[in-house]
């Protein structure tokens, strides 16, 4: 099996946290916090784009973008805050490329597999492209959630300052997706919806272990036990991800049709329904009253 990193690819506020810490639990991959590595062409260039997140959940734990990387490291090499902070200072002080830091994250995984969840990645059509170049033989997870849930989502937690704006995230990064897959050769590309990973985790967890190449362990349908870098770089403060994660104890397929109490006031894009369509959703266009 090639050691190229799995790459779940999906829009913010669509349960990629969860996937996340579930594939965190299996012994055969690596799953950390968001790298956010593969938009960029080396750290320095990361490091001046990146930071503390802006949007409210965000703000409210102090999440920083560039964290994940650290967990990463933190986890990997057995070592503390401080430690992995020189280890990052010494990549930005010799500008590594972020190919080379992939290189180094798969050597210390191997013979595990990385998976690298940043959503961040799917706002620009450019980075998919970037990643389709530096691992040729990467596999990709196609995770998407009920456009009503996230539009919500990304309101609610002050991830966008409008309906108009959470509906095009929504609609953007799905489509990057969908025509960056159309590129990439079956087999290396597998489908999640976000609706079936919490009503049916045992299924899809077992058909997206297949995927991957290793066997299904049970472990990965218990996401809230065990150590799997749910715990940021300094007590108090989450990695990047999903900041209500730990406001679970368990996966609840109850927020798999909870779509259904966010019917959006206004009318859906034409693009978005779409979307939609393509990837099951065939939504009835709202109106409104002249």
Known sequence: MSLDPTFILTC?????????????GHPGLFSPPELNLAGYQTMRERESALGPCQSGLCRK???DQREGLQRAIMELRQIDESASRQVLQAMLEHNIPIRQVYDELIRLTSPRRVVDKSPLYTLRYENLQRIAELFPNAQYVHLHRHPYAVIHS???????????????????????????????????????????????????MNELCSFLGVEFHSSVLSPYEGSRMTDGVRPGVPPPGDGNFGSH?????????????????QPLSEETLQVSSALGYHLMQVTTQA
Not at 12 to 24: C, E, F, I, K, P
Not at 168 to 197: C, G, H, K, M
């Open 154 to 204: 990304l309101l609610r937690n002050g991830f966008e300052p409008s309906a108009d704006k959470a509906e095009a995230s929504w609609t953007t990064t799905n489509d990057n997706i969908r025509r960056f897959l159309l590129t990439i050769d079956r087999e290396r590309q597998i489908v999640v919806p976000y609706e079936d990973l919490v009503s049916q985790p045992q299924s899809v």
């Open 249 to 265: 104890q368990s996966i609840d397929p109850k927020l798999g049709s909870i779509w259904r109490d966010f019917v959006p006031e």
């Open 61 to 63: 734990h102090s999440c």
């Open 12 to 24: 913010r506020r669509s349960g990629s946290t969860l996937l996340r810490v579930m594939l965190a």
